[in-house]
């Protein structure tokens, strides 16, 4: 099994800064994509942003250079930086992850969640 474990939610400012963490642990062979969604009430759950473990980088159109994905470098963890927060950020943030993980018979890839992490930007 797999876990996400997320931290680094809260409650900010508009024009504040917040960095979220990810980090994922358990039988893993490799992490092939990590990244963050987000969800805010009555919206459906949308991309932030992802990294593969080549290093390549989406980033959604309303990131507009605000936020900066990190991490990867074989340590299975990602971290989310984002600065010149705005009200309309205000959401549950996803930790996301698609993984190879070991069995005793074989190797498989499947996506992974964690529980979420809640980011309140008041005005």
């Known amino acids: 099994q797999v876990q996400l474990v997320e931290s680094g939610g809260g409650l900010v400012q508009a024009g504040g800064s917040l960095r979220l963490s990810c980090a994922a642990s358990g039988s893993i062979f490799s992490v092939n994509r990590m990244g963050w969604f987000r969800q805010a009430p009555g919206k459906q759950r949308e991309l932030v942003a992802t990294m593969t473990s080549g290093g390549s980088i989406d980033y959604a159109d309303f990131v507009k250079g605000r936020f900066t994905i990190s991490g990867g470098n074989g340590q299975n963890t990602v971290y989310l930086q984002m600065t010149s927060l705005e009200p309309e950020d205000t959401a549950v943030y996803y930790c996301?992850?698609?993984?190879?993980?070991?069995?005793?018979?074989?190797?498989?890839?499947?996506?992974?969640w964690g529980q979420g992490t809640q980011v309140t930007v008041s005005s």
């Open positions: 996301y992850a698609h993984i190879t993980i070991l069995t005793i018979f074989s190797r498989r890839a499947q996506e992974y």
